[in-house]
């Protein structure tokens, strides 16, 4: 199936459950394109957790699921060894090993459990009684996360924040919105979500980016947009060459499943917010708050 084919009929399958959000999905198949992981972050009801797993319906993998609670611990995530009745050493390993992950409100969790996850979700394996056990290919972790005005939650550090590909920002439905989200909750139990594409399909895909072409102009702008971050009189700490990266390997995904040959400076514009807003630090002096900064850089730079 060819990569805009796949990606068509996993939305159509989607938006089975969801309504409206089509930009939200679309960034969510960016990042399992570009091998990527998601931050998805809004307030508690917005359907952050069902479009997680209703994608996932939509793909033949095994799904994996962490609830972030303030008793979470290291070995609920990456599980644990323990001597079996024959005295032997054996590995219980955690739901960490699946293909996509769905760590629901991370950042309940405490810091110190959450720092487990920086090996994961950078190098794809985990340490377990000093023996490192590789992921399963694909591995994508999704989590959603609560604004940090919501009662209980603490600010991811930025360490880990930076492991994932994009921050997606999930916002209130519109009135005509939630007036379909009622309809199709009032048939919920009668919609099935087809299977679209396996782990197989999603790994020929990743493979293809490497067809993708950016030209000069698109990598120049994309030093540009990064290094304005580090220069811009309302930030303190600006984007690492990490979300460089980030643009170019989400922006190639975004060519593929829209059927085209190469990066377009207007895909760097349409995924300045979600690359780069979970990447740089503020002043609270600034007043803009961070996408008005983003916004103002993309703006600005030519």
């Not at 079996?84 to 219980?92: C, F, G, R, S």
């Not at 999930?170 to 005509?176: D, G």
């Amino acid at each position: 199936m060819e990569p805009q084919e796949a990606y068509r009929q996993i939305l159509n399958e989607v938006k089975k459950k969801i309504s409206g959000k089509s930009e939200v999905i679309e960034l969510m198949v960016i990042a399992m394109v570009a091998n990527g992981h998601v931050l998805l972050e809004g307030v508690p009801g917005v359907a952050k957790t069902t479009m997680t797993k209703t994608l996932a319906d939509a793909v033949t993998a095994q799904f994996s699921r962490i609830q972030g609670t303030p008793d979470l611990e290291i070995r609920d995530i990456i599980g644990y060894t323990y001597v079996d009745e024959h005295n032997e050493l054996q590995l219980k390993k955690g739901p960490i090993f699946t293909n996509i992950l769905l760590i629901d409100e991370l950042n309940r969790a405490p810091p110190k459990t959450t720092t487990a996850l920086l090996e994961a979700l950078e190098e794809r394996q985990v340490t377990l009684a000093n023996d490192t056990r590789k992921l399963m290919n694909p591995f994508i972790a999704f989590a959603t996360q609560n604004p940090l005005n919501i009662e209980g939650t603490t600010p991811l550090p930025k360490v880990l924040a930076d492991r994932f590909l994009m921050r997606i920002a999930v916002t209130y439905p519109t009135m005509e919105e939630e007036e379909q989200m009622l309809r199709i909750k009032e048939r919920d139990e009668q919609i099935t979500v087809s299977k679209v594409i396996d782990t197989k399909g999603i790994l020929e895909m990743q493979s293809k980016l490497s067809q993708i072409s950016m030209p000069d102009s698109v990598v120049e702008y994309i030093a540009k947009i990064v290094n304005a971050t580090r220069t811009d009189i309302h930030v303190v700490m600006g984007a690492s060459p990490r979300a460089e990266i980030a643009f170019m390997r989400c922006a190639k995904a975004k060519a593929l499943i829209e059927g085209k040959k190469e990066v377009a400076i207007d895909d760097i514009k349409f995924l300045a917010r979600p690359v780069l807003s979970h990447r740089i630090v503020v002043k609270s002096t600034g007043g803009l708050g961070v996408n008005g900064i983003i916004d103002g850089i993309v703006a600005t730079v030519r």
